[in-house]
């Protein structure tokens, strides 16, 4: 009883209904109304629920999964790089290999895991379970998404668009943000998106909704691969971006060395980053000038560079946002950096066995 639990810890009664409420969003208790000797009482109990989720962040040069039990707890976790234009038949391969290694060194069995969340990265159609815009995500189109991955890895699976999962990942994981709209972008490789609005993911009507990567920022600008010309990721091409610099450096590089680089004070490393950021501040100017967040989060590989990106990338919204919505906007570097998808991914997994607290809805096309 709750009123037992204040009686025996000295604690006051208010402080108790404080911590159960706590607990119970987090989903570790639950709460129901008893009566005991005759009088009303709340019966506080651990949420006995058990078994782990998968959580999967496909990306164009990496595979992240990790196994999670009810309480957030990560229980193992396993990364290996792809390479670019990898198969469709090659990825699932890949993430049921990554589940059999979590499997094998967690001890955790296959059996107790109830659902897996699966990031890629483009825009999935929750009613059809196929890539929203084919040409986005070419070695997928034409794939029933959940149906594939469910019958590599054994288990009921739901598939979203990665920047979606990574707005989630920082929104929910676990549910302490408690902001009204943010919006995430994910910036590797590729330049994605994820808006989530009073507590809602918004996927748009293909779920291509917050696809920032696609947002024209010079309409005579260079062709795009989604056919538009003068799109965000034509422009600031990340491949691109990295191709001159390796050039100045010599060798291969990497987003990861790309970042190492710009933290050293490598002279184009520099200069790079800052114009990717300004690319970047014209674009998300139009996100805060329509939606108005609370928050714009920067996650993705590149975003751990911190502030050396943010900095510019605030100027060039100020200069393009509305005064009035840039004031109340934040913009910050994602607190789960580069695992932010991937923790999103396991959360949509927790939705989908009814795990995760209510403190934003994900299945809004169930
Ligand atoms: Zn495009």
């Not at 998968?54 to 193992?76: E, I, K, N, P, T």
């Not at 590599?152 to 920082?170: M, Q, S």
């Not at 590089?253 to 520099?270: M, Q």
Request: net charge negative; with cysteine; proline share 5%.
């Amino acid at each position: 009883m709750q009123a037992e639990i204040a009686r025996r810890t000295g604690l006051s009664p208010a402080t108790v209904t404080n911590l159960v409420r706590d607990l119970a969003d987090l989903g570790q208790v639950k709460v129901t109304d008893h009566v005991h000797h005759g009088r009303r009482a709340k019966l506080v109990e651990p949420n006995v629920r058990t078994g782990f989720v998968l959580g999967v962040d496909l990306g164009r040069s990496h595979v992240r999964a990790c196994l999670v039990d009810m309480s957030y707890q990560v229980v193992g976790e396993a990364f290996q790089r792809v390479e670019r234009g990898t198969s469709s038949d090659e990825g699932l391969k890949l993430v049921a290999g990554l589940f059999e290694k979590l499997l094998a060194e967690s001890g955790v069995m296959r059996s107790d895991v109830l659902h897996a969340g699966v990031g890629i990265p483009g825009p999935v159609d929750q009613m059809t379970g196929r890539i929203g815009a084919a040409n986005l995500l070419p070695e997928w189109a034409d794939i029933d998404l959940p149906a594939a991955f469910s019958k590599a890895l054994g288990l009921p699976v739901t598939v979203d668009n990665d920047a979606n999962l990574g707005a989630l990942g920082e929104y929910a994981w676990p549910p302490t943000l408690r902001e009204p709209a943010i919006f995430y972008m994910r910036l590797a490789t590729g330049i994605g998106g994820g808006l989530i609005q009073d507590g809602q993911l918004v996927r748009g009507a293909d779920g291509t909704a917050g696809e920032i990567g696609h947002h024209s920022i010079d309409e005579s600008g260079p062709l795009c691969r989604c056919g538009n010309r003068g799109c965000l990721e034509a422009i600031a091409s990340v491949p691109d971006f990295l191709h001159v610099l390796s050039s100045a450096v010599g060798g291969d590089v990497d987003v990861d060395r790309w970042v190492e680089l710009t933290r050293r004070g490598h002279t184009t490393a520099v200069r790079l980053m800052e114009d990717l950021a300004r690319h970047i501040g014209v674009a998300v100017g139009n996100i805060v000038n329509i939606a108005n967040p609370n928050t714009v989060i920067i996650g993705g590989a590149i975003s751990v560079v911190g502030e050396i990106l943010l900095e510019p990338l605030r100027a060039e919204v100020r200069q393009r946002a509305l005064p009035a919505a840039t004031r109340s906007t934040r913009i910050t570097q994602a607190r789960w950096g580069d695992y932010a998808e991937v923790y999103g991914a396991a959360y949509l997994a927790m939705a989908a066995v009814d795990w995760a607290p209510p403190c934003v809805q994900v299945l809004n096309h169930e």
